[in-house]
């Protein structure tokens, strides 16, 4: 059964500091791998969605990367700001059974301090 | 405005009572997820759709049910049965990429959260 664990699982910054979220996952067998971002009693907003086949994907100041192989990504913000505040959640697809449900990690809660 | 929309936003359940959460999209996927979100935790599959009439169980489906009579449409009835119901409910969809396993992005609604008194 995949596991997804996420550490830390809060981490406190303060502002202009480049970060670093850790993602782990137990079966290296995935299609691919999905970062969302959670602000408190909200919805999850989709960040990035890596393909098993790449290695690394980034859109404004987020890059995530991908190792399959020993089962981890990355999930790293540069300059943070307070208003990345939120608390960060990657999930995989199951890869057997159906491929559509998606496995969570707990999160990382992120504060970055102005 | 594409989107997933979740009402209501805040639901207080009495003991022993049913009650509904609807999740209605726009976005024309086929498919359909209901998870449950606990406090410090990720989000556990309750029951999903990949298609109109037809859904599967997911990990924790027990006391709860749905129906998929409508493609824009994923309503969870969380019964008596479930014992403890208190959490955060997020509907997603997403389309559906060409084979079995495929797997395309899912997208989430602002969810409702359920409380029983």
């Known amino acids: 059964k995949q596991e997804v664990t996420q550490i830390p699982a809060a981490l406190s910054v303060p502002e202009g500091e480049n970060l670093v979220l850790n993602c782990s996952f137990t079966?290296?067998?995935?299609?691919?791998l999905q970062w969302f971002r959670q602000d408190p009693g909200k919805g999850l907003t989709s960040l990035l969605l890596?393909?098993?086949?790449?290695r690394e994907q980034t859109s404004g100041r987020l890059n995530a990367s991908l190792d399959k192989s020993s089962g981890r990504s990355t999930l790293y913000i540069a300059a943070s700001q307070p208003g990345d505040s939120a608390t960060y959640l990657c999930a995989v697809p199951l890869t057997s059974g159906s491929a559509r449900q998606l496995t969570f990690g707990s999160g990382t809660q992120l504060t970055v301090l102005p | 405005d594409g989107g997933i929309t979740q009402s209501p936003k805040y639901l207080f359940r009495k003991e022993g009572q049913n009650v509904t959460l609807s999740c209605e999209q726009n976005l024309n996927h086929d498919a359909m997820y209901w998870y449950r979100q606990d406090p410090g935790q990720g989000l556990r599959l309750i029951y999903y759709?990949?298609?109109?009439?037809?859904?599967q169980k997911g990990d924790i489906a027990e006391g709860y049910s749905v129906s998929r009579e409508k493609k824009e449409s994923f309503p969870l009835t969380v019964t008596s049965a479930q014992k403890n119901p208190t959490a955060f409910y997020l509907c997603?969809?997403?389309?559906?990429?060409?084979?079995?396993?495929?797997?395309?992005?899912?997208?989430f609604g602002p969810g409702t959260r359920l409380t029983v008194l």
């Open positions: 997603a969809s997403s389309s559906l990429g060409a084979g079995r396993s495929s797997y395309n992005e899912q997208f």
């Open positions: 759709s990949q298609i109109v009439n037809d859904f």
């Open positions: 079966d290296s067998a995935i299609y691919n």
């Open positions: 890596i393909q098993s086949s790449q």
